[in-house]
């Protein structure tokens, strides 16, 4: 596969007025997530839920691609159809979580590393086959006393960078996950300046290992207040600083920025990414790839009832919309309340 096509999938992926669905939850984060609404994680019930998400009518107008799990990318929907072909065929593009999750990095109390690459060429191939289109890989940087280190952030990104080539060797456009949690007391401020060290490390890595730019995306967290610190920054701060940041270090080259949730509520995840959108010109597409924002409200409505899914699939659609709008800035709060 040529430059042309890669870039081609990258760019799909944040067309206007539409994001990514992240349903790539590993047996344990799904787990977690179905608990939450006591239902259990058999494999049928995991696969259920995944249906019920691929197949919402009309999703297709705000959803451009959904991150499958390795699971899930093996798994049918009723009819027996293959969910990489359902999304295909509702004009989705499906994509993979390659990474392995985090393992504590040794000799770094408190910090993590992502593992995946063993083994990765094949894998690649082997995902090719089954109708992937691109990849995502999840760093995790944890903001805390004497921490992030330059060793945790310079290992992260060097796995990041490894990934991305390996994905565009294979043709599979890479979104490159940096991920600064919320968790903890500190202010925005700090997480601006660890945003702006582990994307300008990353990037440096991404350089090194010729990754080109043009054909992948990257999925940052928001510049937004430590979830427990005394003062929580509004939504126009979150913009300002999230926009800043990213300025500072995203080359133009890049064709979207995708931002996750990363635990911040729905409605918070969709207002700021609205108020970001409202401060054009960018140089980069501005969207979505959020895993708990746009699937909260889509539990608690199905909680594992074959009864509730058509109200399930509303409220995918519903936060979906509202999403779509906040691609353009034409989001409002009052949207919250109709419907
Ligand atoms: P959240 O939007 O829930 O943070 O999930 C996005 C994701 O893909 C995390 O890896």
Not at 298 to 327: D, H, I, M, S, Y
Request: net charge negative; proline share 5%.
């Amino acid at each position: 596969m040529g430059h042309h096509e890669l870039d081609g999938i990258a760019r799909a992926l944040v067309a206007p007025g539409k994001g990514i669905l992240a349903a790539d939850e590993s047996t344990g984060t799904i787990t977690r997530r179905l608990a939450s609404v006591e239902v259990d994680s058999t494999e049928q019930n995991r696969r259920a839920y995944r249906e019920l998400l691929f197949t919402t009518e009309g999703a297709e107008r705000f959803i451009s691609g959904v991150i499958l799990f390795d699971e899930t990318i093996h798994q049918q929907a009723a009819d027996g159809t293959r969910f990489p072909e359902v999304l295909s065929h509702h004009g989705i593009v499906p994509g993979i979580k390659v990474d392995k999750g985090t393992v504590a990095l040794a000799g770094f109390p408190g910090e993590k590393v992502t593992e995946g690459l063993d083994g990765l060429r094949d894998r690649l191939a082997f995902y090719v086959e089954l109708g992937a289109k691109f990849t995502k890989w999840r760093a995790v940087i944890t903001i805390g006393e004497g921490i992030p280190s330059d060793g945790c952030i310079v290992a992260n990104a060097e796995l990041l960078a490894r990934f991305a080539a390996l994905s565009q060797e294979a043709g599979l456009a890479p979104i490159v996950e940096p991920e600064v949690l919320m968790d903890g007391d500190h202010t925005i401020q700090r997480c601006y300046e660890v945003t702006v060290t582990t994307l300008a490390a990353v990037f440096d890595a991404l350089r090194r290992h010729r990754v080109r730019l043009e054909g992948m995306l990257l999925k940052p967290n928001m510049v937004v207040s430590g979830s427990d610190c005394a003062e929580q920054a509004g939504v126009d701060e979150v913009a300002g600083a999230t926009l800043g940041c990213m300025r500072e270090v995203v080359p133009a080259a890049v064709p979207g920025i995708v931002f996750l949730s990363g635990g911040q509520s729905d409605e918070a995840a969709t207002a700021h990414l609205n108020a970001i959108n409202r401060r054009r010109p960018q140089p980069w597409q501005l969207s979505f790839s959020y895993g708990r924002a746009l699937q909260a409200p889509v539990l608690e409505a199905w909680k594992g009832e074959p009864g509730n899914g058509p109200a399930a699939q509303r409220a995918f659609l519903r936060r979906a919309t509202l999403n779509g709008a906040a691609r353009s800035g034409d989001y409002r709060p009052e949207m919250e309340q109709s419907g």
